[in-house]
């Protein structure tokens, strides 16, 4: 870690990170992206890891999508990111890329970033001065911009979710293994008397950057997921995106989706709680 910092900072600009390099290297291939050297990350020990530490999910940033798609404790813990995982590109792309790089990479077609939302996760980066802690909302700040300076590097990922969380990641796509057309990320919790009282909602490629629902989110709270609740959850979610119209559907049509989209994620993330509560 300390060689990799220390090369981050002798060519600042010049170098990239180099993790799974499934976006980098296509870009790189494209000419988007020529940096003059890369960073190997690979070789850095211990940055590889799903574990429970003080009751939270924590993650190492070179855990594979593969990883984390078999991953037992995930399966248990926090069904969302497994399905999440799962719907990710195709299992060679997933046996390469690495959590760290998907949340680096901050492209809003990219699927973490809504399950990090959606859980107020935090992330932990590394740099010449120590480490700090970034909560998720604020790590992504635009199209492929992140809150991480030059000479850090995303080093762990820490979630609180429980093993009565209700979630769930639905992801429309025009084919399997296409880039997602819209995607949405629910968290839900509830007391004893079923009333909700935590939720996260994040929205995928619908707009420059992941979109956490806040106004969705507040509409649920309190709720017993009514479905008139529900519905208006899922009208606010669809105000609250500001999607393009590109090849994989009209601003329009993607806007009504997240409406579509977001209700089915709420009643299976809901259904899902039910059952563990159980
Ligand atoms: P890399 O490509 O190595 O790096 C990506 C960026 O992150 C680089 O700028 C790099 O410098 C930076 N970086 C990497 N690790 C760190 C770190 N620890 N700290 C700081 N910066 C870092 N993604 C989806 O979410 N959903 C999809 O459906 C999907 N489909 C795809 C289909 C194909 C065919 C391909 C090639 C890619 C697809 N992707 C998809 C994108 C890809 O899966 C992710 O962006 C990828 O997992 C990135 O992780 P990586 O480890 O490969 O990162």
Known sequence: MQEALSLLGRYRGDAKLLAGGQSLIPL?????????????????????????????????????????????????????????????????????????????????????????????????????????????????????????AEDEILTEIRMSVSPSDGGAYVKLERQAGDLTAVGVAVR?????????????????????????????????LGSKMESAVIEEASRLASEE???GGDLRGSAAYKREMVKVVTKRALALGHKRARVARR
């Not at 399950?115 to 909560?135: S, Y």
Request: hydrophobic fraction near 45%.
């Open 241 to 243: 995106s500001s999607p």
């Open 28 to 148: 790189m291939k494209l000419r988007i992206a020529s940096p003059s050297h890369l960073i190997d990350l690979h070789r850095i020990p211990g940055l590889d890891y799903v574990k429970k530490v003080d009751g939270r999910i924590v993650l190492g940033a070179l855990t594979r999508m593969s990883a984390i798609e078999e991953s037992v404790l995930l399966k248990n813990d926090c069904f969302m990111l497994t399905e999440c995982a799962s719907q990710i590109a195709d299992p060679l792309v997933r046996n390469m890329g690495t959590i760290g790089g998907n949340l680096a990479h901050a492209d809003p077609a990219n699927d973490m970033p809504a399950a990090m939302v959606a859980t107020d996760a935090e992330f932990l980066v590394t740099g010449p001065k120590g480490v700090r802690a970034i909560a998720a909302p604020e790590f992504f700040l635009d199209t492929f911009t992140t809150a991480l």
């Open 188 to 220: 839900l919790r509830f007391s004893e008397g079923g009333q909700c009282e935590a939720c996260g909602i994040g929205l995928t490629a619908v707009g420059p950057r992941v979109i956490k629902a806040r106004r969705a989110e507040e509409a649920l």
